[in-house]
């Protein structure tokens, strides 16, 4: 079993900046890749970044060059630090993890930290 809780959300305006934590809790957490998703008001969730617990990420055409996921193992903690932020980035922003690294299957899943990015 693995617990997941995310921290960080809030309001920015437009071109700020915002980090998101997920801390990763269970005795078998570094055996999951993580990733972050979203989902904005009236649309499907979608994939933001994935990371191994051994460095390897990979993150979505929309927000490459602008957000950057990392983890530290010594806390079991995910990060996705936000830069240059847009009104088009606002959603709720779930910690996921699963299996395997590439993959759109996705076993547990945090409670969603909400992201609002204001023109």
Known sequence: QVQLVESGGGLVQ?????????????????????????????????????????????????????????????KNTVYLQMNNLKPEDTAVYYCAASKVLFTNTRDYWGQGTQVTVSS
């Open 14 to 74: 437009a071109g700020g900046s915002l980090r998101l934590s997920c801390a990763a809790s269970g005795r078998t957490v570094t055996n999951y890749a993580m990733a972050w998703l979203r989902q904005a008001p009236g649309k499907e969730r979608e994939f933001v970044a994935a990371t191994s617990w051994s460095g390897i990420t990979y993150s979505a055409a929309s927000v490459k060059g602008r957000f950057t996921i990392s983890t530290d193992n010594a």
